[in-house]
Nanobody
Framework: QVQLVESGGGLVQPGGSLRLSCAAS????????MGWYRQAPGKQRELVAS???????NYPDSVKGRFTISRDNAKNTVYLQMNSLKPEDTAVYSC?????????WGQGTQVTVSS
């Protein structure tokens, strides 16, 4: 049974930083591309970062240079370091892994950027 558990969200002031973690179980973690997504109220879910099994990363322009995704295969954990946070980064952040045609999601963690 695949499980993804996110942690590390919270309230932060504009310009601040947060690091999110996603612990995975039920998969051979090192084999899979992992992704971080976010969904703000009234908006579609969007990809904010992904990292392949080989460590290649991908970011949309909206977060490039501010967010960094990394993985620790020994801990079955993927991280999202978020710097220079903006109010528009406010959303529920979830991690994702696709195994075959099936996608698995964590429960999400709320990130609120506000003064």
């Amino acid at each position: 049974q695949v499980q993804l558990v996110e942690s590390g969200g919270g309230l932060v002031q504009p310009g601040g930083s947060l690091r999110l973690s996603c612990a995975a179980s039920g998969i051979t973690f090192s084999f899979y591309t992992m992704g971080w997504y976010r969904q703000a109220p009234g908006k579609q879910r969007e990809l904010v970062a992904s990292i392949t099994s080989g460590g290649s990363t991908n970011y949309p322009d909206s977060v490039k240079g501010r967010f960094t995704i990394s993985r620790d295969n020994a801990k079955n954990t993927v991280y999202l370091q978020m710097n220079s946070l903006k109010p528009e980064d406010t959303a529920v952040y979830s991690c994702n892994v696709n195994r075959g045609i099936k996608g698995f999601w964590g429960q999400g963690t709320q990130v609120t950027v506000s003064s």
